[in-house]
Every structure is written in structure tokens, then in C-alpha cells.
């Protein structure tokens, strides 16, 4: 429980939560390892988890009508995957590991009563995700924006 302690305070989402919250988090959090090829994430998967990847990097892709995915956006260290579950919405990508990846796998039924019952954890990740979320919108409209050149 230690290390998943220090892992969760390191991780870029994370750091700078105060102690009670992470301690919080402990029970929802398993460390898990992907090899090259394994799905963290389907496309129109309902239920879900939020992936911190900590080693590896991971293709994000969307499925291409008779041919092979296209590659949206590589993730690696210090990036989440799987904030849909926030919404009603399901996955609208699947995530697949691209070299060996270990990652903190929170579960999202656990973590949304965490949040639930704590009102200031519960802000705290949700406007930390709108924030991640955010930025990744920029990075795709910035690579769709050299596209286009």
C-alpha cells in the first residue's frame, strides 16, 4: 500500500492532493502491466477505469472502415487514458499498448463514490480532468492544424 501511495502522490494527476485524498484513493488503485498489443481501453466500452500510466507508451486509435486503425495520439509517463466514465458516454476510442506499460488502474465505480462522498476530492479530480481533457483537445486541434499545411 506504501508504494501505491508514493506511486499515486508522483503522478503528474495527482501530485499536490493532500494527504487524506490519496490515502483515500489507495483502496480503488491497482498497479497493473500491458504488453505490447494488449487493450486498456474499447471503443464503445460503458464501464470503466481511469489508466495512469506510469511506463510505456499507449496508441490511442480510432477504428478505420476497411482498413487498419489510425493512430489519434500516442500517450506515455505522466498521462491519463479513460475519463469518459464521467460522462454517459462510452469510449469513443480503443487504447492499445505499444511497448510494455505499467499503470495505475483505478477503478471508476470506487473512485466515483470517493468522490461522491467527499466533496473536495471529488472537485478536486474532476476539474483536474476537465483540465486534462482540455489539453488534449488543444494537442488534436494542433496536429489537425498541421494537417491541413
Not at 499503470?103 to 473512485?111: N, T
Request: glycine share 8%.
Amino acid at each position: 500500500m506504501e508504494n501505491l501511495e508514493r506511486f499515486l502522490r508522483e503522478h503528474p494527476l495527482l501530485r499536490g492532493l493532500p494527504t487524506e485524498h490519496i490515502a483515500s484513493l489507495v483502496g480503488c488503485v491497482a498497479n497493473r502491466r500491458f504488453e505490447p498489443g494488449d487493450f486498456l481501453l474499447f471503443e464503445g466500452q460503458r464501464d470503466g477505469q481511469i489508466f495512469l500510466i506510469r511506463e510505456g507508451t499507449v496508441a490511442i486509435e480510432s477504428a478505420s472502415p476497411g482498413g487498419p486503425p489510425s493512430t489519434i495520439e500516442t500517450v506515455g509517463p505522466g498521462d491519463v487514458l479513460g475519463v469518459s466514465w464521467l460522462t454517459p458516454a462510452r469510449e469513443h476510442f480503443d487504447c492499445r499498448a505499444r511497448e510494455r506499460v505499467v499503470a495505475l488502474v483505478i477503478d471508476q465505480s470506487c473512485l466515483r463514490a470517493k468522490m461522491e462522498g467527499d466533496p473536495r476530492l471529488g472537485y478536486a479530480l474532476a476539474s483536474r480532468l476537465l483540465q486534462l481533457t482540455y489539453e488534449r483537445l488543444s494537442r488534436l486541434r494542433l496536429q489537425r492544424m498541421d494537417l491541413y499545411r
